[in-house]
């Protein structure tokens, strides 16, 4: 008797342990996505500011569209071209990948990293990984990958080919490029088995937790 009661106090001790240890992890994770965040939130707006000084009024002043070789070396690029030639605004690069494709998975990544966020807030909060909301979320990061892997990039293209269409170009020119991303793909499955892993690891905590 007194045996088991020492064995039950240690494995007590042991899942407090690790339970802060498990916290302090998640908290060094969630200043990790929130300086990610940061950064990509910089880029963003770094982007739009080069945007609203320097392209937005050459393109005021009247624009078209042309085929641009920013280096030699590198290819053409379709852009629209307004009063300053030296500051087009990139519809598709020179291997195919367009702007508006580009600008939408960085939309994705942002929304992953608060996925990623909200499941290590989740882990900090219930103190264990195997949690209903940590699962839920853990999914949702999973198909986040999956439709940036066969969407996204694929709708940039065909939301630019409906401008070049509306400028005299061919729709066909957007679509020049890699539009499925395999390893975003093979990634959302991964996480998404995880998730699967996570449920039924749920179930045993569960039962671990009624037999405490």
């Not at 498990?22 to 945007?51: D, E, N, P, S």
């Not at 070396?73 to 605004?89: R, S, Y």
């Not at 209903?132 to 694929?154: D, M, P, Y």
């Not at 539009?179 to 093979?186: E, G, I, N, P, T």
Request: charged share 15%; proline share 2%; net charge negative.
């Amino acid at each position: 008797m007194i045996r088991w009661n020492v064995s039950k106090s240690n494995e007590a001790i042991n899942r407090e342990q690790a339970i802060a240890n498990l916290r302090k992890l998640t908290r060094y994770c969630k200043w990790a996505t929130i300086c990610t965040a940061v950064a990509l939130a910089l880029g963003l707006l770094a982007v739009i500011a080069i945007y609203d000084l320097l392209i937005l009024p050459s393109l005021s002043q009247g624009f078209c569209l042309q085929s641009v070789e920013l280096e030699a070396g590198e290819g053409p690029i379709l852009a629209l071209v307004g009063a300053d030639e030296h500051t087009p605004l990139m519809l598709v690069a020179h291997d195919g990948h367009t702007a508006i494709g580009s600008a939408m998975m960085t939309c994705l990544a942002f929304a992953i990293v608060l996925s990623a966020y909200r499941f290590f807030s989740a882990i900090e909060k219930a103190g264990r990984p195997f949690d209903l909301e940590c699962i839920r979320i853990l999914r949702q990061v999973g198909h986040l990958f999956l439709i940036g892997g066969v969407a996204v990039k694929l709708l940039g293209a065909i939301v630019t080919g409906l401008i070049l269409s509306g400028f005299g170009g061919n729709f066909t020119d957007a679509l020049g490029g890699q539009h499925l991303d395999l390893s975003m793909v093979f990634a959302g499955l991964i996480i998404s088995l995880i998730a699967s892993v996570f449920q039924y690891g749920c179930i045993l905590q569960k039962q671990d937790d009624e037999l405490l």
